[in-house]
């Protein structure tokens, strides 16, 4: 089974900074795209960003320029650092990996509250 393990979150003022770190684990599994959801309160979850295990990134409009995602293949971990924080960041984030052992499949972190106030 894989695990994920996020820290990170917390309280910032407005254009303040935060970096979020997720660690995933699972014996013989092999992590594919990884990335950061968030879900405001009465909001779906929406993307933040993703980084494939090559690098390649994608970034939601509203953070892009603020937000950089990386990720360190040797650990298994994906950061944001977020910066130039806004009240609208306001959200729980939620680490994605898709992983594969024998088949693909996707699994979320537990989620970590990022509050930005104004």
């Known amino acids: 089974q894989v695990q994920l393990v996020e820290s990170g979150g917390g309280l910032v003022q407005a254009g303040g900074s935060l970096r979020l770190s997720c660690a995933a684990s699972?014996?013989?599994?092999?992590?594919?795209?990884m990335g950061w959801y968030r879900q405001a309160p009465g909001k779906p979850r929406e993307l933040v960003a993703t980084?494939?295990?090559?690098?390649?990134?994608n970034y939601s409009g509203s953070v892009k320029g603020r937000f950089t995602i990386s990720r360190d293949n040797a650990e298994n971990t994906v950061y944001l650092q977020m910066s130039s924080l806004k009240p609208e960041d306001t959200a729980v984030y939620f680490c994605y990996v898709r992983a594969y052992y024998r088949a693909y499949g996707d699994y979320w972190g537990q989620g970590t509250q990022v509050t930005v106030s104004s």
């Open positions: 980084i494939s295990s090559s690098g390649v990134t």
């Open positions: 699972g014996r013989g599994f092999s992590f594919n795209a």
